[in-house]
């Protein structure tokens, strides 16, 4: 008995990951504007009504793995130790970058999936609106690792300046394999996400977050 919610936590977790796999691959092969939810269920197998248990919103079936990155941030900064906790999240992304994480997979993968979504105004939106919340996320996060209001400027300044770090170092990374360059999408990554934390490293000198 005791293992039973394990096999129904896999489970449903197996079914919400077939619902996006499926609508991901509609969502690209034909546009995220043509595909209905109801052929999303007919090809997963599944209940109109279950897609909808999983994903509220339609532009949620594309856009899945958001939890995931918080609660990668979440356990980096309670985890951190005595290291500062822009400094722990930094480290957290450079670890992501060199295991290959999929959140940062540079593949022709996510350069169909960027496509689909710019091609998209609804899914351009969605995604915008993701970026801003995930910067007020982590100003709130990094506010409780120091024991700040949840207001703090400086809080938000750095969640921002976090954020649009990763944005740019993402998407030159997915230009350098788009336009086969020299040398690795990795590095290109790599390259501009440091000059992004070397200016939030200076501009929030003095400060308890770094």
Not at 38 to 48: H, P, Q, S, T, W
Not at 92 to 115: A, D, G, K, N
Not at 190 to 195: D, I, L, N
Request: charged residues 25%; positive net charge.
């Amino acid at each position: 008995m005791s293992n039973q919610p394990g096999l129904r936590d896999r489970k449903k977790a197996a079914t919400r990951q077939t619902i996006s796999d499926v609508a991901t691959r509609l969502f690209v092969e034909r546009g995220f504007e043509n595909v209905s939810i109801d052929e999303i269920a007919r090809v997963a197998a599944v209940a109109r009504k279950t897609v909808f248990n999983y994903f509220p919103r339609k532009e949620d079936l594309l856009f899945d793995r958001e939890e995931e990155g918080r609660e990668l941030v979440r356990q980096a900064l309670v985890a951190r130790g005595r290291q500062s906790p822009i400094h722990a999240f930094q480290a957290l992304m450079r670890t992501l970058l060199e295991t290959r994480h999929p959140l940062f997979r540079i593949t022709q993968r996510p350069i169909q999936f960027w496509r689909t979504v710019a091609e998209s105004p609804a899914l351009t939106t969605h995604a915008r609106a993701l970026q801003t919340t995930f910067a007020e996320d982590l100003a709130v996060m990094l506010c409780d690792a120091v024991g700040r209001p949840h207001a703090d400027p400086e809080a938000r300044l750095a969640a921002a300046m976090l954020m649009d770090t990763l944005v740019i170092a993402y998407s030159e990374a997915l230009r350098s394999f788009r336009e086969k360059r020299k040398g690795k999408p990795a590095a290109a990554f790599a390259s501009v996400m440091e000059r992004g934390f070397i200016g939030v490293n200076a501009a929030l000198a003095g400060t308890p977050y770094v």
